[in-house]
């Protein structure tokens, strides 16, 4: 079992940056790729950002290429998502999931956090 614990959430002006951060239970942190995933209201969990076990492989969705990026400390069991030049449409409610295979399917991801409320004001 795997607990997960995203931080670092909040309100912020657009073209302002948040980080975010996911701390994981689990000793076993390296052994599961990690992802990003946000929910805005009235809207499906799409998947954000993804990254493997070691980290040297990242996915990043269209929308926010350039902008966010993914990476995992292994030894701190944390995986983290900066952001900069947020938008309105970032806001959304972000979760971090643990997997066994690196995708952008929600549905490979067995482990989820409770989620981080993210608010960008225009």
């Known amino acids: 079992q795997v607990q997960l614990v995203e931080s670092g959430g909040g309100l912020v002006q657009a073209g302002g940056s948040l980080t975010l951060s996911c701390a994981a239970s689990a000793r076993t942190f390296s052994r599961y790729t990690m992802g990003w995933f946000r929910q805005g209201p009235g809207n499906e969990r799409e998947c954000v950002t993804a990254?493997?076990?070691?980290?040297?492989?990242?996915y990043y969705a269209d929308f926010v290429k350039g902008r966010f990026t993914i990476s995992r400390d292994n030894a701190k069991d944390t995986v983290y998502l900066q952001m900069n030049s947020l938008k309105p449409e970032d806001t959304a409610v972000y979760f971090c999931a643990a997997g066994s295979v690196q995708s952008n399917n929600p549905n490979e991801y067995t482990y989820w956090g409770q989620g981080t409320q993210v608010t960008v004001s225009s």
């Open positions: 990254i493997s076990r070691s980290g040297e492989n990242t």
